[in-house]
């Protein structure tokens, strides 16, 4: 892994996410007062959102990790690029505030993308949206189980479905911070949850807004990660709200899952077990 400081200059033409993207307004989830206070304000500016290429985010100061990231998906316009595993510190935030390529040496825990890879890479700068998907403040600290296998076959899902379509989607993501997570190398808190809130316009130009959750067990051996049995689950976009004190504002009114199914939770394993 190569790691490259870039300066702040460097960022003067990122548009960020845009809650207008699919024809209807989705604005950023708003933190609770609580969390207000630990929000990372970019250097000498009272802005808290970090515009990438067609994604935007915002961090923790205590668990210098994303609190959530906000991306545009653009299925008609979707672009193939291969992956350079070079990483890149934020310079518009300070660094203290970054979880860096410490945490990631000798285990088996991944740099996990929040916003994934591929989904910011589409339009006329995809190779710049594919370059920012590298930056610290987009990862999170993911066993390689849960970020290559059943994390990704829902992100691989959300993908190749707004292809398929030519679909406009927004996808929110995020770690659950919880006062128990694993304190690691008596410095680094490792997220025990992840979550998504999707949001596309169906067919009869309504709303469809659904969330999902993925768990771990987790557990520290030796100092090394071993996770026991995880799974995806789809759950109501309240849900969502409780475990992190945002408000996704009127999207749980758009979520098929409580009318449709009438139950808290849903497994997911496979794609036909979502509800859309």
Request: with cysteine; glycine share 4%.
């Amino acid at each position: 892994m190569k790691v490259v400081e870039l300066s702040s200059s460097d960022y003067g033409n990122r548009n960020g996410y845009d809650p207008n993207f699919i024809g209807k307004l989705i604005p950023l989830p708003i933190l609770s007062p609580d969390l207000i206070n630990d929000v990372v304000n970019l250097n000498d500016s009272d802005n808290i959102e970090l515009k990438y290429t067609n994604f935007s985010l915002v961090m923790s100061k205590s668990r210098c990790l994303a609190f959530f990231t906000a991306v545009n998906i653009d299925g008609s316009e979707s672009k193939e690029i291969q992956r350079d595993d070079i990483w890149y510190y934020e310079p518009r935030i300070e660094k203290k505030y970054q979880y860096g390529p410490e945490l990631y040496f000798d285990n088996d825990l991944d740099r996990g993308h929040l916003v994934r890879r591929l989904d910011p890479v589409w339009g006329i700068n995809f190779k710049e949206a594919n370059e920012d998907t590298f930056h610290f403040t987009n990862c999170s600290p993911q066993h390689k189980n849960l970020n290559q296998k059943t994390w990704a076959g829902l992100e691989d899902y959300i993908l190749n479905n707004t292809k398929l379509h030519d679909l406009k989607v927004n996808v929110f993501t995020g770690p659950v911070f919880n006062q128990n997570d694993i304190l690691y190398r008596n410095k680094y808190l490792i997220p025990a949850e992840f979550w998504k809130v999707v949001t596309i316009i169906q067919k009869d130009m309504s709303v469809s807004a659904t969330a999902y959750l993925q768990t771990q067990k987790q557990l520290i051996e030796h100092i090394k990660f071993a996770f026991g049995e995880y799974m995806t689950y789809q759950v109501p976009v309240n849900k969502i709200q409780t475990l992190t004190k945002l408000d996704f504002g009127n999207l749980p009114d758009f979520d098929p899952l409580p009318e449709r199914k009438g139950i808290p939770i849903v497994p997911i394993s496979n794609a036909s077990d979502i509800v859309l």
